[in-house]
């Protein structure tokens, strides 16, 4: 029973983490910082996604 919670819940931060990865590919941030948050996302997923959000180079908007 809680095998399948645990594994939709993974599977739910594996999108949000994957959804700031492209975030941050997608900014106007040079290529080092850019290296930096995708490290930080992978290797402290919960700990760089937080503090993505809150300190994190923003996506170019489309105008």
């Known amino acids: ?3 399948l ?3 939709l ?3 739910i931060f594996l ?3 994957l959804w700031a990865a492209m975030h941050v590919l997608g900014s106007t941030a ?3 910082p ?3 948050w995708l490290v930080a ?3 402290l997923p919960v700990l760089g996604l937080i503090v993505w ?3 994190g180079p923003r996506a170019a908007r489309k105008q």
Request: aromatic share 24%.
């Open 5 to 7: 919670e645990i594994g």
């Open 9 to 11: 819940f993974g599977l």
């Open 15 to 17: 999108i949000i983490v």
């Open 30 to 32: 040079s290529p080092l």
């Open 34 to 36: 850019k290296a930096l």
């Open 53 to 55: 959000f809150f300190f």
């Open 1 to 3: 029973m809680f095998g």
């Open 41 to 43: 996302l992978l290797f």
